[in-house]
């Protein structure tokens, strides 16, 4: 079968009634999974991840969306984290089996949809119709609170819906991007330099891994320094290769990691390359794995 | 959902179209898949591997057994294989979600299926109902030819099924034992010693790993040596375990490993160790994979 997963950030954190009625909405549509969601009160914010067959995932995207318009008014939204409607951005990731395109064109029929609720849409990442708007945090600058001013500008025209500004609903961001992979690797030092150094050496800003993005952070708690990382392809930028660049720079300080950790949800696909790697599997097959040949006869 | 995966020996490997008539059975069963099945002219005899939840598994065993049955008769049986029925032997395989004692009990009840259609049956490995009974070797020494002096011996009463010698259809061995993977490790070295060396180091027999069965061998059109392992549970014995030692051991001789094979159906569940021990992870869970996330839901 087909996985597309749909990640959701909704402009509503601390009313978990109004969170429970869009996560029903979920729920309604048969063949869509929700995995986790979650919320926070102080950016008044809620992150759904929920995933299916493609066609599942965009009825559920659709669903969730009308109801959390239909609930949330922007106007009176307070909260820490930037935001700027009240769907605030919707990326879908293909998983398994799913290219880009088609998560690109899912991604486009959700935003025509949201268009025709009266929302300013924006395509963002892989569904971007211009190079400004690929990041996220171009698209969102000056936030809900600025909206009306840059639907003004016409370099700011949205991709789908009307050119004005929506009081309740604010705009929303969808598209299509690559799964991220949210990888920390802890030190066995409490020097946060040996962390920062790391970071530097392996992020694509620095010289380092193209599809990697790292900062050192101090675990004081811990008597320990982290590298914390999202790696943003894991294809072309594979997790042994990053972790053992990680292994390598630590000893020229004396060094070892002490533990790593991979965060959230994981494609099985991302798991190929370190177990190649480390049991030295030249020839190893996906179709290998018993429930991969279960997942491949569903529809 | 659950998964219990059987891998039937029937004897015949010769005629195709009989086989693929067996074959039809077990796809005519809805929820049973069949990932693979390779057929031996010289054994004269034929592998079939097919999997879904426990119920559909055990119809789609006692389909495909009773036309095996049919159509298989042992009485003008030959092949290099050693084998004693037409349905020769049946394990059932716990691979996800399902106990060893849940696959005992499919196995007694295809046992007593196939008791009823006269076939004398044994119970082996998990499901023995005697300690001598455990390993198929023991069970199957005499082979179909010997079948019908045994069943004279009280010792050698079947455990299910007449105590009375089939002619067409010999005897069926069948029980529930744990995924057995199978792993070889080529070295970079022409030194067979080199590889039987570590075998002895790592097997059970002679002091090594309880799961291990090993056996080294030369690779010798491709320069190299093997050592060629049976893990028989990998909860206890897991693959990173036998791995480690087999390169220390190698090192001693100068030598490293050029690489290794993973063979034929793994469980996921069996990965989870190499992932934990190679990423360093000490709190990784399977849950965190997206695929298992949509069997989880699958009924």
């Known amino acids: 079968m087909k996985i597309l997963m749909c990640v959701p950030n909704i402009s509503e954190g601390r009313d978990l009634e109004l969170v429970r009625q869009v996560i029903d909405e979920i729920r309604s549509v048969k063949g869509a999974v929700i995995i986790d969601h979650s919320s926070d009160s102080d950016h008044n914010r809620s992150v759904l991840t929920y995933l299916g067959e493609p066609e599942a995932v965009l009825s559920a995207s659709k669903a969730m969306a009308a109801t959390a318009i239909d609930l949330i008014d922007m106007s009176a939204h307070h909260g820490s984290h930037p935001r700027m409607g009240g769907v605030d951005v919707v990326p879908f990731i293909p998983v398994r089996g799913v290219t880009t395109e088609e998560a690109v064109n899912i991604s486009n029929q959700f935003g025509k949809y949201l268009g ?109 320094v982290q590298v914390s990382m999202n790696l943003t392809n894991y294809r072309k930028t594979p997790i042994p290769r990053v972790l053992e660049t990680i292994q390598s720079e630590a000893h020229r300080y004396g060094v070892n990691i002490a533990g790593s950790e991979l965060v959230g949800p994981v494609p099985l696909e991302a798991l190929k390359e370190p177990l190649k790697h ?10 290998q794995i018993i429930e991969n040949s279960i997942l491949d006869t569903l529809e």
Chains 1, 2 share one sequence.
């Open 278 to 287: 480390y049991l030295q599997l030249h020839e190893f097959s996906m179709s």
């Open 116 to 224: 025709g609720l009266d929302v300013p849409v924006f395509y963002y990442e892989d569904a971007a119709t211009r190079i400004e708007r690929t990041l996220l945090t171009s698209i969102r600058k000056g936030q809900y609170e600025g909206l009306e001013e840059k639907l003004k500008d016409p370099e700011w025209t949205p991709d789908e819906g009307p050119a004005k500004f929506n009081h309740k609903s604010g705009a929303t961001v969808t598209g299509a991007r690559f799964p991220l992979i949210a990888l920390n690797v802890n030190l066995r030092t409490t020097d946060i330099s040996v962390a920062q150094n790391i970071a530097k050496a392996v992020r694509h800003i620095n010289g380092g891994f193209r599809y990697v993005r790292a900062i050192g952070l101090s675990l004081e708690d811990q008597g320990m």
